[in-house]
């Protein structure tokens, strides 16, 4: 199983930007998906996650801004980010909780960091 991201890149604050992640490989089904970031010297925190049932969690600094989706196939999720801030700063890493085979514990699976920097 792999998770790809893509999307990263500098703004300038106020900019938007979408990140992408899709997930690859052989997998029973996709419980959540999320989309963490860690900024320097601090620790990797839950910006927004979704579920197989499209329920949706943002972190408090961000409601408004952001916007979490998945594809029709539940494999991609996307975070739209509007109103960047310097402090939206950080590299951005996306997260699946995925069900491999039937009788087995759904597992937490990265992807590899995307870098967002919001700077004039």
């Known amino acids: 199983v792999q998770l790809q991201a893509s999307g990263g890149g500098l703004v300038q604050p106020g900019g938007s930007l979408r990140l992408s992640c899709a997930a690859s490989?052989?997998?029973?089904?996709?419980?959540?998906m999320g989309w963490f970031r860690q900024a320097p010297g601090k620790q990797r925190e839950l910006v927004a996650s979704?579920?197989?049932?499209?329920?949706?969690y943002y972190q408090d600094a961000v409601k408004g801004r952001f916007v979490i989706s998945t594809d029709g196939a539940k494999k991609t999720v996307y975070l739209q980010m509007s109103s960047l801030k310097p402090e939206d700063s950080a590299v951005y890493y996306c997260?699946?909780?995925?069900?491999?085979?039937?009788?087995?514990?759904?597992?937490?699976?990265w992807g590899q960091g995307t870098l967002v920097t919001v700077s004039s």
């Open positions: 997260n699946a909780e995925i069900l491999r085979y039937i009788g087995t514990r759904p597992e937490a699976y």
């Open positions: 490989g052989s997998f029973r089904s996709i419980n959540t």
């Open positions: 979704i579920t197989s049932a499209s329920s949706t």
